[in-house]
């Protein structure tokens, strides 16, 4: 009779020196393949196919080599010089030169999507010698900590294919970069999406004990994703509900991971039209969330951060002025805001299949209605809810609106300079503010932080309060990453520098 | 015969042309602007113009339609706006999982229900009969997703003896390549005597096919006890009892037979609508079957596919009725006449 | 059997119509949240637990119990209201109109009904008039299909042709001893189709097509809580349940009636 009890081995086979890391994740691998524009979860993936030249390391909080070996900076950090490792190989063979390198900088400037906006300061990418690259930039810029970042700075070979067939030829599944695995099957509505392999040439070896195969599977459904990695089918999961989390904390087959995230979510009011124009109005809504009872009801999966700047980041502030529950304050901004006592609707719209925003535009809707305000909570795909708040007439827009931010490299100017910033056409200023003062501020503030980190974080400082003056915003939380991994693996550090990435290549199987 | 074949033929091919249209209606009635769906988040402007050239949606709506039966006609059904690739091959690669899931619980179907509704049907009025009854019509009153979920939660969490999801154990792939004949793993596996990929397909299919079960076994089970207690009351049942074959006898070898046309119709019918029963049960059991590939497209509001799912489905349930239609005309010259 | 039926019906219909009066926390079926209290197991003060934001799943259950039958009583109103006439008037006028109103129809159910709702509800903005607008598509053709045989068949009738001698008109006879006869077997179609409409119209809210939060939909509180159901049960069970026996009910009700209504059916009491 055949052995109906679900018996299952750990993610290793039996081979000798083959062991395979599943990474489960919750939605789609890769929706993007190109390295100069991709800007979404595909960087799970990314980060093992590609690498950049320098890394962030959260745990020492500096900026370390990886492509590059060395860089200086002169002019007063307008001019950057990075040397480059030798021996380095692309996984199509060419070697690593900063011509390369180079020219795969300046294909992402050049094609201006994605994060390509983390290059703003640069004039110029050069490459005086084979493996000296300069950087040049119109005002002072951290470039060592740019490119450190998630998106949009991998180095890659331009040379892959004739320049007007490489956007094709990633989109058709293949991948030029130099990191540790390379890509060995893609199929895309199957339950393991992607497979990568060991690329043989890495120039970080392998010797030793390393993993020889990411594999990564996509199940929707957190309560299966728990039980696979409780039976050992994959090795880490990405994203569990909390309670499942704590369901698996002292499990043997497991080892559970808790770390503060640089992930917040932001409740953005649409400050161009409808009753969130109103500043009064604005304030009364800020002041009838319930913060501390949204954060509990997450159940140890968030935190409340004051402010916009997250913890562990430069210009973050624990002191930071923020608005709590209280309804009588509430009440009394509404009546000042001259809200007429009519039935208000507001548009509320969150990323469809995601439960922890779901759960917060449930509260919200049941927080605002002892004030008269009728909510209507809209779950829309992340493009069609994008759409919607980039709608040219502002009345077409939602009133509220829910979304994750992190950053691209470890510093603050990522949220202000895509959400606070004024912009003639909405894009990620998705509370449509636009404040003089704090345009300019934002302005002048990467400058600031290059020259003097004090100066810069006293900056931010100046910048968050004028922002809690006008309350465009509120920030509702920020996330923790917290993991579950099978017990056998050793190595892995959490890096919010990252988010959700594993780097398999640094992990013990 | 030839006449009836040709008629039923034509028919079939009407009814297709206009399911044609109602999905065409479908998936250019659309809400959200598509085109934002195609480019994908973070699009600029200039991309999302070029989707909607890539869309056709610059076109008027009579050639959209001429288009879309055009393409429908040379395998071109679209783009899927999730997976950015050929909705047909999206569909190609789904069946195999549908069709194991499907035929796994039709095939539960008629080793329960037959028995069930022959035993329903002897024991007629009696304790056993209303047993059964009882069991049949809680099967087709069953939420399918909510069986789904609770079975899920018994027999793999808490008993552990069923695995939760997917269609066999990934992991069997590391240690040597899985064998792609039907895309069917249990059968790919049967065929190149691959015994661990039969056992996991076999573990993987137990629950879900269950799920998908309940309702053709409640379909079942009414049917062949209605039509063996309607063929035993004729006459000539009664000319068999009064030849002194007893019951069981009357009921195995003689009523069984001419209650067997109706059923196989039925089964048709409840393989087409258990095909679509199965959006509900694959997600939850993460089957990489048409089902999910629905589910997820619904939830993306990924439309070239839902219309694309829909009008598959529907021409699969049109070619089975032609079939079974055809087949009974075969074996029932009766059938002609009408 | 009936009479199980019967009660079940009826005390459904009870707790639908006195549930601000049955519920603990009549509230909770609207938009009142308790973040401080999520996630509870049941317990004497919430027999069926709390959900994900603290209210008392009891309470709206018993809320629930008004959505599901009304959906289907609109859906089946509207599938009767729009196939009865034309099939009406296919069976009976026959020719080129039966054939296009045949066609028509055999279109429609070429596409299983679950299928044909769940596509026209993703391209309609999610609310209970879209879900009733999406079945009754998918549902008419069945009646239309029901009524023209039972047209077709009376048509040929002798007393149908003495009542044309008479000069008597079209519609009178249509109405007066046309469509008496087709009243039964659409009567006990509908009983029959009660349940099968619930769980079509719960499974579409469960893939989140039909109504929307803060609404006690059944399916949609299985939907809501399938994300936590491995570690809270009770969330997607209770539910879930209301579902089957509501759909069973229903069924069994329906079942009776045919057999006391329909002599061709019957099932051997």
Not at chain 1, 69 to 75: A, I, L, M, R, V
Not at chain 2, 120 to 136: G, I, Q
Not at chain 2, 146 to 152: G, H, R
Request: proline share 6%.
């Amino acid at each position: 009779m055949l052995g109906l009890v679900a018996a299952a081995t750990p993610g290793a086979s039996a081979a000798s020196g083959h062991s395979t890391f599943t990474y489960d994740t919750y939605t789609q691998v890769m929706t993007s393949w190109d390295p100069s524009t991709d800007y979404s979860n595909e960087i799970i993936a990314m980060q093992e196919m590609y690498e950049t030249l320098t890394r962030y390391d959260s745990q020492t909080k500096q900026v370390t080599p990886l492509l590059a070996t060395s860089w200086s900076s002169s002019d007063g950090g307008k001019t950057w010089t990075f040397q480059l490792r030798h021996g380095v190989t692309f996984h199509t063979g060419r070697p690593l030169t900063a011509a390369a390198a180079a020219a795969s900088i300046n294909r992402t400037i050049k094609l201006n999507q994605g994060a390509a906006y983390i290059w703003g300061a640069v004039s110029s990418v050069t490459a005086p010698s084979t493996y000296t690259l300069v950087i040049h930039c119109k005002y002072a810029s951290p470039i060592d900590l740019i490119s450190s970042s998630d998106y949009g700075a991998y180095i890659f070979d331009t040379q892959a294919a004739p320049a007007a067939g490489l956007a094709k030829w990633f989109a058709a599944g293949h991948d030029a970069g130099t990191g540790p695995y390379t890509v060995e099957s893609n199929t895309p509505n199957a339950e393991v999406a992607l497979t990568l392999k060991a690329f043989t040439k890495y120039w970080g070896g392998w010797s030793g004990n390393h993993f020889t195969q990411v594999a990564f599977r996509v199940t929707p459904e957190a309560s299966t994703a728990a039980q696979l990695v409780d039976q050992g089918q994959v090795s880490f999961v990405e994203q569990l509900t909390p309670q499942l989390w704590k369901a698996q904390v002292g499990q043997s087959s497991v080892q559970t991971t808790s770390n503060p995230s640089w992930q917040n979510l932001i409740t953005f009011f649409n400050t161009s039209s409808g009753p969130m124009a109103n500043e009064n109005f604005r304030k009364a809504v800020s002041t009838a969330i319930d913060y501390k009872g949204i954060v509990a009801a997450l159940q140890g999966g968030v935190v409340r951060t004051p402010g916009i700047i997250p913890a562990g980041l430069v210009g973050y502030d624990a002191s930071a002025p923020e608005y709590g529950l209280s309804m009588t304050k509430a009440k009394s901004y509404l009546k000042a805001s001259g809200y007429s006592g009519k039935k208000e609707s507001l548009t509320l719209t969150y990323t469809q299949g995601d439960a922890d925003e779901q759960l917060a535009a449930q509260l919200i809707q049941s927080e605002l209605a002892p004030l008269g305000l009728t909510v209507k909570v809209e779950a829309l795909q992340w493009a069609t809810q994008w759409a919607k708040a980039q709608a040219k007439s502002p009345s077409a827009r939602q009133d509220i609106f829910l979304m994750y931010w992190w950053p691209d490299y470890a510093d603050p100017f990522s949220w202000f300079t895509n959400l606070y910033l004024g912009e003639a056409t909405p894009y990620f200023n998705l509370s449509y503010y636009n404040n003089k003062t704090v345009n300019a501020q934002i302005g002048r503030v990467e400058a600031t932080l290059a020259v003097s980190k004090s100066a810069g974080a006293a900056l931010y400082d100046t910048i968050q309060n004028e922002i809690y003056q006008d309350a465009p915003t509120t920030t509702l939380w920020t996330v923790k990453y917290q993991r579950v991994l099978t017990a056998g693996i050793k190595g892995y550090q959490d890096n919010p520098a990252y988010p959700n990435v594993v780097f398999v290549y640094n992990l013990k199987p | 015969m030839t006449r009836y074949a040709l008629r039923r033929v034509g028919l079939s091919i009407i009814v297709v042309s206009g399911v044609m249209v109602l999905t065409f209606l479908i998936s250019h009635v659309i809400p959200a602007d598509p085109a934002v769906n195609w480019a994908g988040p973070h699009a600029s402007a200039s991309q999302i113009a070029r989707a909607r050239v890539i869309l056709g949606l610059n076109r008027p709506v009579w050639s959209q339609i001429l288009h879309y039966f055009s393409g429908i006609l040379s395998g071109n059904w679209g783009i899927s706006i999730r997976t950015h690739r050929s909705v047909l091959s999206d569909l190609m690669q789904a069946v195999p999982a549908s069709l194991e899931l499907v035929g796994a619980a039709i095939a539960i179907a008629v080793v329960v229900g037959i028995p069930l509704g022959l035993v329903s049907a002897r024991y007629a009025v009696k304790f056993p009969d209303h047993f059964v009854r009882l069991f049949a019509v809680i099967g087709v009153s069953m939420p399918a997703f909510w069986l789904a979920l609770i079975l899920q939660l018994v027999f793999s969490r808490d008993l552990h003896w069923f695995p939760t999801a997917g269609e066999y154990n990934p992991v069997l792939a590391y240690a040597h390549p899985i064998p792609h004949i039907t895309g069917i793993p249990l059968i790919d596996g049967l065929l190149r005597w691959d015994w661990p990929l039969v056992t996991s397909s076999l573990q993987h299919l137990v629950l879900p096919a269950c799920v998908v079960a309940s309702y053709p076994v409640g379909v079942v089970t009414r049917m062949v006890r209605a039509k063996v207690l309607e063929v035993s009351e004729e006459t000539h049942s009664q000319m068999i009892r009064s030849l002194g074959f007893s019951e069981r006898a009357l009921l195995g070898r003689f009523s069984l037979r001419l209650a067997w046309s109706p059923v196989v119709q039925v089964l048709a019918l409840v393989f087409a609508y258990s095909l679509a029963n199965t959006f509900l049960v694959e997600a939850v059991f993460d089957w990489p079957g048409l089902g999910n590939y629905a589910a997820q497209s619904i939830e993306t509001l990924d439309v070239p596919a839902i219309a694309g799912v829909t009008l598959f489905v529907a021409m699969v349930y049109v070619i089975l009725n032609l079939l079974v239609d055809l087949a009974q005309a075969l074996f029932d010259p009766r059938v002609l006449i009408s | 059997m009936l009479s199980a039926g019967v009660i079940t019906v009826g005390a459904l219909v009870l707790i639908a119509v006195f549930a601000p009066l049955l519920a603990p926390f009549p509230g909770d079926a609207s938009v009142a949240t308790h973040p401080f209290s999520v996630l509870q197991a049941p317990t004497w003060l919430h027999p069926f637990g709390t959900d994900e934001v603290g209210r008392d799943i009891l309470s709206r259950v018993m809320y629930g119990a008004r959505i599901s039958p009304l959906i289907a009583v609109a859906v089946l109103l509207i599938a009767t209201v729009v196939g009865v006439p034309l099939g009406l008037v296919a069976g009976y006028f026959g020719g080129v109109l039966d054939d296009v109103i045949m066609r028509v129809t055999d279109i429609f159910l070429a596409v299983p009904a679950l299928l044909l709702a769940l596509a026209l509800s993703s391209v309609l903005t999610p609310t209970i008039g879209s879900t009733i607008a999406a079945i009754s598509v998918t549902w008419w053709p069945w009646y239309a299909r029901l009524v023209r045989g039972e047209a077709a068949s009376i048509r040929g009738r002798r007393y149908i042709e003495s009542c044309r001698a008479l000069g008597i008109p079209r519609w009178r006879i249509l109405w007066r001893h046309v469509l008496p006869n087709a009243t039964t077997p659409v009567l006990v179609q509908m009983s029959l189709d009660f349940g099968t409409v619930i769980l079509t119209a719960s499974a579409l809210s469960f893939l989140g097509l039909g109504v929307q939060d803060p609404s006690p939909d059944w399916g949609l509180m299985v939907s809501e809580g399938q994300a936590y159901f491995l570690t809270n049960w009770w969330l997607v069970t209770f539910p879930g349940l209301a579902i089957l026996i509501t759909a069973l009910a229903f069924n069994i009700l329906g079942d009776g009636l045919r057999d006391r209504l329909d002599p061709r059916h019957r099932m051997f009491q």
